[in-house]
Every structure is written in structure tokens, then in C-alpha cells.
């Protein structure tokens, strides 16, 4: 899994079968200490999340182990939206106080 930061949206009125309903997101990759990577990929959300959202992601094979997303052609899935990141006991990311 990966920390990433949802960046915007992508729409597509034709897809595949199978990618049908599923909503689509920009996503930034963060470094350990929270800044963002020169890293974008385009992730299929499962959980809701929206543009500015601290989210993690599952790469490869991974993201296809959601249920119902084993016979998609995805490569990245937004698994959870961020509450908190605290790392050596320092929050690096809190979505309380971001809003």
C-alpha cells in the first residue's frame, strides 16, 4: 500500500464491460515525509473519496483482491480514506485539521 493524495477526477462515458460504475481518480503519490512524488496514476475509488483527501492505494495484483474487482483490468485501488499519518510520534497528516 501507498499513501497518495486524490488530485482531481476522471471521466469516461466509454469503458470496458466491467469498469462500468466505477469512479475514477487522480491520485499523487506521497513520499514518507508527506510531500508530494512527480508520481500520478489513475486509481478506480471504492470508498468515496474526493479531490484533497489523504487516501491509500493498492498497486499491481493487489488492487485487484477487492471483492468484486478480480476480473477488472485495474492496476490501482483506492482501499481507505486517511483519518491521521503519525510517524516517529509526529502527526505528519490529520484530516480534521485540514478542513
Known amino acids: ?3 497518495a493524495k486524490v488530485r482531481g477526477t476522471v ?4 469503458k470496458e ?5 466505477v469512479k475514477f481518480l487522480v ?3 506521497l513520499d514518507d515525509e508527506g510531500q508530494p512524488l512527480p508520481v500520478y496514476e489513475v486509481a478506480a ?3 468515496g473519496a474526493g479531490v484533497d483527501e489523504w487516501v491509500l492505494v493498492s ?5 485487484r483482491q477487492v471483492p468484486g474487482s478480480e476480473q477488472r483490468p485495474v492496476d490501482t485501488a483506492v482501499i481507505a480514506i ?3 499519518v503519525s510517524v516517529d510520534g509526529q502527526r505528519l497528516y490529520s484530516k480534521r485539521e485540514q478542513w
Do not use: E, F, P
Request: a negative charge.
Open 1 to 3: 500500500m501507498q499513501i
Open 11 to 14: 471521466t469516461s462515458t466509454q
Open 17 to 21: 464491460d466491467s469498469l462500468r460504475g
Open 27 to 29: 491520485v499523487q503519490l
Open 45 to 47: 475509488d471504492g470508498v
Open 59 to 63: 498497486r499491481g495484483s493487489a488492487a
Open 82 to 84: 486517511i483519518d491521521t
